[in-house]
């Protein structure tokens, strides 16, 4: 099991996009993000070396759909043995539109 953190870039990214309070309009917080996705991501990649790698086996991905951020993909780097950090995420901008233009089963 590999212990898993935080990056500084991806902290300073989660607080940029969310800030610490929800808005008036209902727009998620920084700690809704640390507490939801975040927090699966950390889990996650704890078993880093069951996760696929595409080009550098040093870093891997993880998708996570998350019910209030939509569709996540984190991105995790080997930076010491045992030891991975979280270095970024991107959201998909375009989630909540294809689920809503999907046609009922």
């Excluded at 309070?21 to 640390?34: G, K």
């Excluded at 870093?59 to 939509?70: K, N, Q």
């Amino acid at each position: 099991m590999f212990e898993v953190r935080v990056g500084e870039a991806a902290a300073e990214k989660i607080t940029a996009a969310y800030g610490p309070e929800r808005s008036a309009a209902r727009r998620p917080s920084e700690w809704d993000f640390w507490s939801g996705p975040l927090a699966a991501a950390l889990i996650g990649f704890r078993d880093f070396e069951n996760l696929l790698f595409s080009l550098h086996p040093e870093i891997r991905t993880l998708h996570i759909v998350d019910p209030v951020f939509g569709s996540l993909v984190f991105a995790g780097v080997l930076v010491e043995p045992g030891v991975v950090e979280i270095a970024d995420y991107e959201v998909d901008p375009d989630y909540w539109a294809m689920i809503e233009n999907d046609p009922n089963d």
